[in-house]
């Protein structure tokens, strides 16, 4: 099975497509920080996260999107340009007719570090542990597509 997991933003949207085969260990297959500008128009920016998904899409051929609920506590500002980026996934993901698993940023935690309120630096140390990773990953966004498509694989136990 080959999944599409996204840690979903609007600025930066943190993409990976992670490959399970059986038994076999999880295989990241992609991985990156997609980025828009913010001298783009809202609807612009919109229209470039649509499009980097439905490439990713056509050149892998995901059959499950696994992504995060939305979940915010601190940044209010960005509630609903993120909402919004989270609709065009969604909306993408359905034309494509995948199937769609969303996950909090709570279970995210518990099935990469086993410990519910870990913080960014913990799941990160734990990603590579986790599954090999063939580039050098700075981006937390990254680490986070990865840890949620790592999250859906253990929780549906694929």
């Given at each position: 099975m080959i999944l599409l997991s996204i840690d979903p933003g609007f600025e930066r949207l943190g993409l990976a497509i992670i490959e399970k085969e059986g038994r076999n260990k999880e295989t990241l297959l992609y991985s990156e920080c997609f980025k828009t500008s913010s001298k783009l128009p809202h609807h612009e920016?919109?229209?470039?996260?649509?499009?980097k998904i439905k490439d990713i899409i056509e050149e892998y051929k995901p059959t499950t999107l696994a992504t995060e609920k939305l979940f915010f506590t601190s940044n209010q500002k960005t509630v609903i340009p993120v909402a919004?980026?989270?609709?065009?996934?969604?909306?993408?993901?359905?034309?494509?007719?995948?199937a769609v698993f969303?996950?909090?940023?709570?279970?995210?935690?518990v099935a990469v570090t086993?410990?519910?309120?870990?913080d960014k630096q913990q799941i990160m140390s734990m990603i590579p542990q986790l599954i090999t990773l063939q580039k050098n990953i700075t981006s937390d966004d990254e680490f986070d597509a990865i840890a949620i498509g790592l999250t859906h694989y253990a929780i549906s136990r694929i």
């Open positions: 920016r919109l229209r470039l996260i649509g499009n919004e980026a989270r609709g065009v996934i969604l909306y993408i993901a359905g034309i494509y007719n995948l969303e996950y909090s940023p709570p279970e995210i935690k086993g410990y519910g309120k870990s």
